[in-house]
C-alpha cells in the first residue's frame, strides 16, 4: 500500500477542516488557521490550532505538534500504518471494501443432511424456512408462539456463518415450545442445531445465541424449572458463557440448582448426536449419564459485589467481571481480556462549585479491595489512563482504548443507580453552609476524603478538661482565637497572624494544638514552617474559613522568607499562575486566623508596616510548668472536634 500511494500529495485530497472537526471542539477559523480547543489535555481556552491547506496542528499549552498522520496515531493510539491508511479513506483513495465473497448457496435440505435431523422435523417444529438460496431463515417466537426475530444461517464454508435481520429482537430460541415442557429441569444450549437435537431426542432445552445474547430477563423463563443444566463446550466461549451466567443469576439472585454438563469426547450435543449416527437409545445413554455427573454450579448472591459498593451495579451488555478480570466478547464467541484487574465505578463525585466530576473506582488485586478517586477526563483518554498502572491496574498502551470503552459502558448502563456525592475542595462557608459539618457533601484533600474534623471521646471531657487552663490569659486568647475564624466572613473583618513565641518547654505546642482541637483532630490539623510557600498556600486555601494552625517558626529559615509568607497569607489570596493546559488556573482564596508558634519572634524591625499591621505576637507562657502541657496533650488527644461543631 505504501509504494501504490507514495507519490500523492494527500493535501491536495483531504478537507483538513472536515477531519479535524470530529475530534475538536469550539473551532474558530481565521484565514488558513483554526483555533479549538486541545483534545489532549482538559483546555478551557483555544490552545490548538491547525491549518486548513496542509493539516499542520500545534497545542500551545501542552507544547506538542505535528500532521494529521501524528494526530490520528495519538488520538486513535493507532500505530503509523493504520493511521496512514485512515487519510488514504479520509482522501477518497483507498477503497478497503471486501472483495465479495463467492456467494455459496444453502439450503435446508443441506442442513438437514450436515445436523442429520429430518427435513419435516425442522420445518414443523424448529420453525426453519427456505426464503432464499444463500441462507436458511431461523425462525425465533415468543411464549405465544408471535415471530420476534429471524437469524439468517450461511454456507459452513462462508466467514460469515450467521446474521440477524435488522431490527430483531434477541430472545432465547425455543420459547414457544415453554408449555410443552414440564417443571423437572431445563437444558441450556449455545445455538439453535444443539437445541434441535435434544427436542428430537425429547429432551427439554432452550437455546442461546451467543453468550453475549443471554440476558438478566432471560431467567424469568428459567425459574418455572425446578433445576437447570448448562452446557459447557471445551473452549473460551463455553468458559465465557458459564461465566456469564453465573454473573447474571447472582445479579438477579437466581436461587434454582444449576448445574455445568459437558463431554469428555463431544464439542456439542450435535457432534455427540452426528457421531453416534442417530442412534436414539445410544444418545440417551450417553446424556444421561452425563447428566448424572453434572456439576453443581454455587451462585452466592454475595459474592455479585465483591467491590463492597453501596449500590447493586448491572454488568454492561457484552462484557463479563470475574475474579480473573473484565473480559469482553468477540467473534464466534471468543472473550477478549480488557485487563486481568477487576474494576468498576463504585461513585460520581461532583464539585459544588465547579460541577466537574470526579470518579471513585474500586478495584481488585490478589481480592484485595483497593480505592481510587480520579478526575473523569483521566479515564477517556488513552494516553492519560495508563497512569492507573502506578496503583497496580494492568493498563498499558495496548489495552487502554478497551478498558476506556469499558467504564464508559459501565457508567451508562449504572448511570442511574451509581451514588452521586457532591463534594468540595476546602473547609468553610458554602452559601449559609458550612463544610464539613453538612450532610450530603463530603471535602476531598489531595484526591481523599479528608478526616481530621472528626470527633472523639466526649464533648463534656473536653470541656472540663479545657476548663482548667482557662486561667492563663495567653492560652485563653488562644483558644478564643480558634473560635472566630469562622466569623470574619461574615462580620466582613480582615485576616489577622497570632503568634506565640518563647523558650523551648513553654508549653506553645500544646496551646496551639488545644486550639485546634475546637475543631478536629490537632495531630492532623496542625502543620510546620517546614514547607515551602506554594505548599503552605494550598494549605491555606483547603482551611478556607477554619484556623491554619503553624508550629516551629525556628526552622522557616531567613527573615526576608518569613515576611513574604507573612503578608501572602494576611492577603487571603496565592498568586496567579498559568495552567499547563492553557489559560489560568483558579485562584486560591482563604478567609481565616492563622495560629503560629515559635521560639523567635514572627517580626522584626526590617518588616514592613503591612506584615506589623496584620501580626498580634505574645511572649508569654500559656502554662506555669511542663506538667500541665502534659495534661493538656492528654485531654486533647482524646477528646476534640466537638465545640467547633455546636
Known sequence: ????????????????????????????????????????????????????????????????????????????????????????????LLNDKPKKENRLSYTLEDYSKEKKLPLEFLTQVCNMRQEYKYYISIYYADEQNNFVSIRKRFHPKRKKRFAWVTGAKIIPYGLWRLNEFNDDYLILVEGESDTQTLWYHGYQALGIAGASNLRKEDFGYFSKFSKIYLWQEPDRGGETFVARFKNLAAEVEFDKPCYIIKSDTYKDVSEMHIALDRNHEKFKAEL???????????IDTKEQNPFGVSYKYNTPQGYYITPEGIFKDGKDGEAIEITKTPLIIAKRLKDIESLQEKVEIVFLINNQRHTLVVDKNQLASTKEIVFLSNYGVLVNSNNAKMLIQYLYDFEAENLKTIPLQYVSNKLGWYNNKFLPFEEGIIVLFNGSIFDGLNTAGSFQEWKKGIQSFRYNETFRFMLAASFTAPLLRLLQQRIFLIHIWGDSRSGKTATLKAALSVWGNPDDLIVTFNATKVGLEKIAAFYNDLPIGIDERQVAGNQEYIDTLVYMLSLGKGKLRGSKGGGLQPLSTWHTVILSTGEEPLTSFTSNEGVYTRTIEINLKPFDDEQQARACYEIIQNNYGWAGRE
Open 1 to 92: 500500500m505504501a509504494k501504490q500511494y507514495r507519490n500523492i500529495d494527500l493535501d491536495k485530497h483531504i478537507d483538513y477542516e472536515r477531519f479535524y472537526s470530529k475530534y475538536l471542539h469550539n473551532m474558530k477559523r481565521s484565514n488558513d488557521k483554526i483555533t479549538a480547543q486541545c483534545p489532549f489535555h482538559d483546555d478551557q481556552h483555544n490552545s490548538f490550532w491547525f491549518r486548513i491547506s496542509n493539516g499542520l496542528w500545534k497545542c500551545e499549552a501542552c507544547g506538542i505538534s505535528g500532521n494529521a498522520l501524528t494526530f490520528l496515531e495519538r488520538i486513535e493510539g493507532i500505530d503509523r500504518k493504520e493511521a496512514y491508511k485512515a487519510l488514504l479513506k479520509e482522501a477518497g
Open 288 to 298: 444421561d449419564n452425563i447428566l448424572t455427573n453434572a456439576e453443581e454450579i454455587k
